[in-house]
């Protein structure tokens, strides 16, 4: 299935291609199962929408929301989805991704507390007081991606052979010590408590994209308590989520979880031991169950390592500049994403479970969320790169019943383009007058250090 562009004019000639290639991806005329509401834990999400947690890459220094991420958190409130996933926040100052990474720590958390109100109102001036988002903020490590300052600082909980080589990381790099991670544990506690005193609805332990917990979730190679056997690489993310439960009164834990990554073994997680490009969601779905008995309520759904296998975690048209084009069919990555999703349904229908990975069907997408929504696939659909570039999908999905083709992002990767080239990431095709300039500057910085 060689990689195409999207190219498709009607709904019809989408769903021609799904049945040629012989992909599981239904695709629902009506839309009226977004338009359901969805309890979680006891409050209620008002529409089955939600826009993905997306990194702006825009805090102030020392990690408060600027004047750009207040921007986008209005725009994606005025948008009308039922859940807003607020971006990877750093627990901790050397587990920022980039300089400008949100940073939740006592001194930050009044401005959170003001984002958070500030989206919501937007919400209920928009549309009525009765209209409550649910809302959730990424609590986020980013391990080997770590970059606090100008330069990568990577903290890893193993050695990954392919990884490694990557960024360029010496055998004898030091892992995080068992030590370090104990008390990382009390971090991600305060950062939870605060998280709930800011007012958000549930607080995600981030476990994905192969940041900290991800790849702790992989280490198999990892001696000592938190490496090996399947109960010591889960560790470290059960203990966290046991504490959290038992010391954050009114916290309500949702987790944002790679369920494959697409890493070979002895690295990879969620895969088959022999065939790396095979899911097999064996250990995934047990630690699901576990994460439900403690009462875990929603699960968001995710694949993939954006740095290494982007192809997984997000099907585009176009990679980064100088990235690879896979061998596989977008569309064959969309139904991956959905069908990942719909295993966890399956297997635990009680979980709220929130679908990702839609944007690259581009007006078709509701159709197809519909369709996983009204089949019992997932509760929820998120879209990512999708909210970027048309942050009010929502409200036409819900009201007009269609996305304008026109305003649909179109999977170029220049989003993810700014991040690489250490800007303030956003559309650069459909939020043109902001984020255009930031992208040619970014290019132009990048070009001059060769
Ligand atoms: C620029 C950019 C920033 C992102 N930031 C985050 C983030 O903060 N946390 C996270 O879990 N995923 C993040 N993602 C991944 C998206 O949430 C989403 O999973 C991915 O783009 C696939 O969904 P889509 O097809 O709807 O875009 C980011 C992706 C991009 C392109």
Wanted: hydrophobic letters at 40%.
């Amino acid at each position: 299935m060689p990689h195409q562009p999207f190219h498709y004019r009607s709904l019809a000639d989408l769903e021609q291609e799904i049945d040629e290639l012989g992909l599981n991806l239904p695709l629902s005329k009506g839309l009226s199962a977004l338009a359901r509401p969805v309890t979680i834990g006891g409050r209620v999400a008002p529409n089955a929408l939600a826009v993905q947690p997306m990194e702006g890459c825009d805090g102030t220094p020392d990690g408060r929301p600027d004047t750009l991420t207040v921007r986008r958190y209005v725009r994606f409130a005025a948008g009308g989805a039922g859940l807003l996933w607020f971006e990877a926040t750093a627990i901790a100052p050397e587990a920022r991704a980039n300089p400008r990474q949100l940073l939740l720590v006592k001194d930050t958390a009044p401005a959170f507390a003001r984002l958070h109100e500030i989206a919501l109102a937007e919400a209920q001036r928009i549309y009525g007081s009765s209209f409550r988002p649910f809302t959730v903020i990424q609590l986020a490590h980013s391990g080997r991606y770590s970059r606090p300052l100008e330069h990568p600082a990577p903290i890893i909980a193993h050695h990954d052979g392919l990884l490694d080589e990557a960024l360029g990381l010496p055998e004898d790099h030091p892992l995080i010590s068992d030590g370090e991670l104990d008390r990382l544990q009390d971090r991600y506690v305060e950062a939870a408590r605060l998280a709930v005193q800011c007012g958000f609805d549930g607080l995600d332990i981030k476990s994905c994209h192969r940041y900290l917990i991800s790849e702790l979730l992989a280490a198999h190679t990892r001696p000592g308590k938190y490496g090996g056997s399947f109960e010591n690489r889960t560790r470290f993310l059960l203990e966290t989520v046991g504490r959290v439960r038992a010391e954050v009164p009114g916290a309500q834990i949702t987790l944002r979880l790679n369920v494959y990554d697409g890493h070979p073994y002895p690295w990879g997680w969620g895969v088959d031991r022999e065939d790396p490009a095979k899911p097999d969601l064996t250990e995934p779905l047990q630690l699901i169950g576990l994460l439900q008995d403690m009462g875990v309520s929603l699960i968001n759904v995710t694949a993939g390592n954006p740095y290494y296998t982007p192809h997984i975690n997000r099907p585009f048209d176009q990679n980064v500049i100088g990235g690879y084009t896979p061998e596989e069919h977008p569309l064959a990555g969309v139904a991956r994403l959905i069908d990942l999703a719909g295993q966890v349904k399956t297997a635990y229908p009680d979980l709220v479970v929130l679908g990702s990975g839609y944007s690259w069907l581009r007006q078709y997408a509701g159709h197809a969320a519909a369709a996983a929504v009204g089949e019992g696939r997932a509760d929820i659909i998120g879209w990512g790169r999708g909210a970027f570039a048309y942050p009010d999908f929502a409200r036409d999905l819900l009201q007009r019943g269609e996305l304008a083709a026109e305003r649909c992002c179109i999977a170029c990767s220049r989003c993810t383009q700014i991040m690489r080239d250490h800007g303030r990431s956003g559309c650069v095709p459909f939020d043109r007058e902001v984020y255009a300039p930031i992208f040619r500057a970014g290019r132009q910085a990048a070009r001059q250090a060769g």
